[in-house]
Nanobody
């Protein structure tokens, strides 16, 4: 089973960009659909973006469409989230997660999780 480690979070100003990365260990990474989720303070975990196992399809939450881009490199066992035009409401702990099967928005159906990385956007 793959293990996941996120990086790239930080404190930025509104309008700035950040790139989150998720590195996977293990030989089964390419078999997982991967998702990025976030959990704002005091709120439930929510779907941000997902990508199918072969990179052939992506899905985004309406709140990030046009601003965030998910990508993966199965040769390097990584999945990334490019976040542009950040807003204060994007402040959250961001998690990458993996599941077998298609990308879905329900975080409870994902089998493997990273530890999370904090993104804070100041106004």
């Amino acid at each position: 089973q793959a293990q996941l480690v996120e990086s790239g979070g930080g404190l930025v100003q509104a309008g700035d960009s950040l790139r989150l990365s998720c590195a996977a260990s293990g030989r089964t990474f390419s078999s997982y659909a991967m998702g990025w989720f976030r959990q704002p303070p005091g709120n439930e975990r929510e779907f941000v973006a997902g990508i199918f196992w072969n990179g052939g399809g992506t899905s985004y939450a309406d709140s990030v469409k046009g601003r965030f881009t998910i990508s993966r490199d199965n040769a390097k066992n990584t999945v990334s989230l490019q976040m542009n035009s950040l807003k204060p409401e994007d402040t959250a702990v961001y998690y990458c997660a993996g599941r077998h099967g298609p990308v879905v928005g329900n975080w409870r159906t994902y089998d493997i999780w990273g530890q999370g990385t904090q993104v804070t956007v100041s106004s």
